[in-house]
């Protein structure tokens, strides 16, 4: 008697995309008040569309947040397209209020600030548990995490204090204050996530196409001329065809220079690249070898 076949095999991107629904599901069935946090990059992108498919048909029971950086008008146009509720965290008002001081000064950025404007949200909307876009291949700090991350009282992440996720079960016990960092795309890797925006369709900003733009050279990392940076001297602006491998606040966040104007043309780039978008682009990952694990310790994504 022969065994049985089963000619029912899942793709490298069915499974992730499983997985990552699989995650969201036991949030919304575990946490009392989760929030998305959206930055209208591609990482944030694949993860709202999750969350449609997650759910659907029933609307995204948890709200969307947008610590407020870039891509504005395209974060409203698709938050609204999915019906999620949106809550606008902002930096500036931080500032305002005197929570964080501006840093001025050649090497001065607004990206550590934003760890104040995240973890004072989330106190002020009680979020017990908070999605985010990291994924594991970005970053030496990353690769550390585990998929529900914990995060004590004041918002901190200790590596030591890591929790056990064996045959995909999730320790989700927290006390008052207390929240847990969830991570979808943990095992994505970037090559994954634009094959699946390839795959999926999926509308993306223009800034991760080339495009012209002023820029001048800071350490091997091309960023965008702006009011936001001090330029020295020795720092020409000049023009250049360039795009976005990220978005981040354009104070740290370089560009490469490229000449892909459609999704396969990304695909096909980033297939021939050994470095990381963070690692290419990311200006404040290059302050110390442990740059990101410290952000991270107090607070950070």
């Known amino acids: 008697m022969s065994t049985p076949r089963s000619d029912y095999l899942l793709s490298q991107l069915d499974v992730l995309e499983s997985e990552s629904i699989h995650m969201m599901r036991e949030?919304?069935?575990?946490?009392?008040?989760?929030?998305?946090?959206?930055s209208g990059g591609k990482d944030s992108i694949v993860m709202l569309a999750l969350a449609e498919r997650a759910y659907w048909p029933a609307r995204i029971p948890f709200p969307v947040m947008h610590v407020d950086t870039e891509v504005l008008e395209f974060r409203d146009r698709r938050v609204a397209e999915a019906g999620a509720r949106l809550i606008i965290a902002s930096v500036q008002e931080s500032i305002d209020s005197g929570r964080v001081a501006e840093e001025t000064g050649r090497w001065a950025s607004r990206n550590r600030l934003q760890t104040t404007t995240l973890l004072d949200a989330v106190e002020e909307n009680r979020f017990?548990?908070?999605?985010?876009?990291?994924r594991r291949d970005e970053e030496k700090a990353r690769a550390k995490e585990r998929m529900f991350s914990f995060r004590d009282?004041?918002?901190?992440?200790?590596?030591?204090?890591?929790?056990?996720?064996?045959w995909n079960l999730y320790n989700t016990r927290i006390r008052r204050g207390e929240h847990i960092r969830v991570f979808p795309l943990s095992n994505w890797t970037e090559l994954d996530v634009w094959h699946y925006i390839?795959?999926?369709?999926?509308?993306?900003p223009s800034i991760y196409f080339a495009h012209q733009r002023q820029v001048f050279e800071r350490e091997g990392i091309l960023l965008a001329d702006g009011p936001y940076l001090a330029r020295s001297d020795d720092e020409p602006v000049f023009e250049a065809t360039v795009r976005y491998r990220t978005v981040g606040d354009m104070t740290c966040t370089g560009a490469v220079e490229s000449t892909a104007a459609t999704v396969p043309e990304v695909i096909t780039e980033i297939m021939a690249t050994r470095i990381t978008e963070r690692g290419q682009?990311?200006?404040?990952d290059r302050t110390s070898e442990a740059a990101m694990e410290d952000r991270k310790r107090e607070g950070y994504f």
């Open 281 to 284: 682009t990311r200006a404040d």
């Open 27 to 38: 949030v919304a069935a575990e946490f009392e008040r989760p929030v998305l946090l959206f």
């Open 198 to 204: 390839w795959r999926e369709k999926l509308e993306i």
């Open 128 to 134: 017990d548990a908070v999605f985010g876009g990291a």
């Open 153 to 166: 009282e004041f918002g901190q992440w200790d590596p030591k204090n890591q929790r056990p996720e064996l």
